[in-house]
Nanobody, 114 residues
């Protein structure tokens, strides 16, 4: 079992920045990849950014150049630096950890006002 705890969401004006953090505990030694997903009202959950154990990253086209994912393997933590935020980035952001199955955090709300 892996437990994930997110923090760092909030309300920000368009053009502003936020940094999300996610700490993993439990059987975290088996984590291969970590990432961030988001779900806006009435929409499906979508991938925002992922990072593998070796440091390979992948971003959704909509956030490339604005968001940066990073991982601290020693702390079993993953971070998402979000810059130049847009109202369409408003969503609940979920941390994900992947072993042989997916684990999810409880989600943190990000609201970007225009």
């Amino acid at each position: 079992q892996v437990q994930l705890v997110e923090s760092g969401g909030g309300l920000v004006q368009a053009g502003g920045s936020l940094r999300l953090s996610c700490a993993a505990s439990g059987s975290s030694f088996g984590i291969n990849a970590m990432g961030w997903y988001r779900q806006a009202p009435g929409k499906q959950r979508e991938m925002v950014a992922t990072v593998t154990r070796s440091g390979n990253t992948n971003y959704a086209d909509s956030v490339k150049g604005r968001f940066t994912i990073s991982r601290d393997s020693a702390k079993n933590a993953v971070y998402l630096q979000m810059n130049s935020l847009k109202p369409e980035d408003t969503a609940v952001y979920y941390c994900n950890a992947r072993t042989f199955m997916d684990y999810w955090g409880q989600g943190t709300q990000v609201t970007v006002s225009s």
